[in-house]
């Protein structure tokens, strides 16, 4: 056998017996993005810095700096990077749901629909799909793009028929495209007929108890009406909400539970969203 022959054999066999170099990274990447969905922060950090020094530019080891990042502008640059550098990565849907988080915490709705559509229209598996289109919707009123947010709408329904949505009380879905009001039909039973929800809605105030290990609580009140009101705030850009009463002192106290959060970490990522969108400051709580 040549040494030319003999070389290739001798490196295709070194690959069969420890792996291929990528997809050691791949499992490292993912056990990495185990350790942060875990809370598990510092190896986390011990692992991301033996990660970086081997594969600096790897978009799976980017967009786990991305996750950990306590500055948002510097997070955002990395997710920016993996979706115009790295766009048949496996990390371009977590990067479009963070970095429309962002845009829409900083107030530039425009930026923000367009981000949450495309991860509705190409990533529909995604596990925050729900939360995507609520914030989508809510971004496209707040940038005044009312033909865009009934198209979305259209598209959306077609594409999730047995999805229910929270959408915002102000959108008529008469002027959905396709979804023309029927004669003799009121705008109540048009509404009520469509696969979706009214954000506010006695269904969301009535929520089922968390089944997750985390909620955030975002405020104790004396008066229900307080809690109720600082509810919707939260509510009105697509997070849920679950008014406790708690006893203290001989009173009553409305505690402000939000979302259901398999863990610290994920519950974190929303209590820094809520502080930059609505100024409510929050802490996760331990449930179950």
Do not use: C
Not at 8 to 18: Q, R, Y
Not at 86 to 94: C, E, F, L, Q
Not at 129 to 134: D, G, T
Not at 258 to 282: C, F, H, K
């Amino acid at each position: 056998m040549g040494k030319p022959k003999l070389a290739k054999a001798l490196l295709l066999l070194v690959i069969l017996i420890i792996g291929s170099p990528v997809s050691i990274l791949g499992q490292d990447v993912d056990g990495l993005l185990a350790l942060i969905q875990e809370g598990q922060i510092d190896s986390a950090e011990v692992l991301l810095t033996k990660l970086s020094f081997k594969y600096p530019g790897n978009p799976g080891v980017r967009y786990a700096r991305a996750v950990m990042q306590t500055d948002a502008l510097v997070a955002a640059g990395l997710f920016k990077d993996i979706l115009r550098n790295h766009k048949s990565s496996p990390y371009v849907a977590g990067s479009l749901m963070y970095l429309g988080e962002y845009y829409y915490a900083q107030g530039l709705y425009a930026q923000s629909r367009e981000l949450f559509m495309q991860l509705i229209r190409n990533h529909s598996d995604h596990p925050n799909i729900v939360n995507a289109v609520n914030l989508s919707l809510r971004a496209g009123i707040a940038a005044r793009q009312m033909d865009g947010v009934y198209s979305d709408l259209a598209y959306i329904i077609e594409k999730f028929p047995d999805t229910a949505f929270d959408i915002p009380e102000e959108l008529d879905l008469t002027r959905i495209p396709g979804r023309s009001r029927q004669a003799g039909q009121s705008g109540a039973e048009t509404r009520s007929s469509a696969p979706l929800r009214a954000l506010g809605s006695e269904n969301t105030r009535s929520a089922p108890e968390p089944q997750g290990k985390y909620v955030l609580q975002a405020g104790a009140f004396g008066n229900y009406d307080n809690a109720r009101r600082m509810a919707d705030q939260i509510e009105s850009i697509g997070y849920s909400t679950t008014i406790k009463e708690r006893p203290s002192n001989r009173k009553t106290l409305y505690l402000i539970w939000v979302g259901d959060y398999a863990t610290r970490t994920a519950a974190m990522s929303v209590a820094d969203m809520l502080e930059a969108a609505l100024g409510i400051q929050s802490f996760p709580v331990a449930i179950n």
